[in-house]
């Protein structure tokens, strides 16, 4: 019983690093990317399209990958992204020595 109670503890203090990439969905204008877009061109670049898109790094505990990747989900649900205009793209890895 004592290291069932242990796993548990132990699993409840697992850390994972979830990135949360938020961009815009294809016919949402991407003001920002189109200036660095014209300004690279500017400067002598031959570029066809740039998109500019955020990426957030969370560090959060679960007690397993699949629930640390729900918890960045309803996160990035609730208040990262927009459903109506963005997409996002949720990568999690456990953490080390953080």
């Known amino acids: ?17 979830a990135k949360v990439d938020v961009s815009l ?4 204008i991407n003001s920002e990317g189109e200036t660095i877009e014209h300004l690279l061109k500017e400067l002598g670049y031959q570029v066809e399209k740039t998109d500019v898109s955020k ?7 679960a007690p397993s990958a699949v629930e640390a990747k729900v918890k960045a989900q309803e996160i990035s649900e609730r208040l990262l992204a927009n459903p109506a ?13 953080q």
């Open 55 to 61: 990426v957030y790094t969370i560090l959060l505990q």
């Open 25 to 28: 969905k294809s016919g949402h």
């Open 85 to 97: 205009k963005d997409n996002y793209i949720i990568n999690v890895v456990e953490a080390v020595d």
């Open 1 to 17: 019983m004592k290291v069932f109670k242990f796993l548990i503890s132990y699993l409840e203090l697992m850390k994972y690093i």
